[in-house]
């Protein structure tokens, strides 16, 4: 119980909720999923499918791109330097 703890401490979905004063029960509405489907994606982000990332980016306020840097890097914030890079791989398209 103590590492799923420290898990959910570091995690960007949790930050990102946190700062966003979204509850779990108001992500798990939104995304109509269950309390156990959003605790394997704090878990394990990497399983999330991207019919689930689309609208979980649009409750944080930030783009897709953005969110899937901060779940792949596992960082909480993103920072402006991350900002910058992500932007450059937009604009490449």
Known sequence: M?????T???NPLVALAHRNKLS???IYKALH???STY???IMNPYIMPLHRLI????LFGISVEELVYLLIRNKPILHKEHKAYIG????KD
């Open 2 to 6: 103590a590492s799923r703890k420290k």
């Open 8 to 10: 959910e401490k570091n």
């Open 24 to 26: 779990k029960q108001d």
């Open 33 to 35: 999923i269950t309390a």
């Open 39 to 41: 605790q394997s994606y």
């Open 55 to 58: 609208p979980l980016s649009g």
């Open 88 to 91: 450059s791989l937009i604009d």
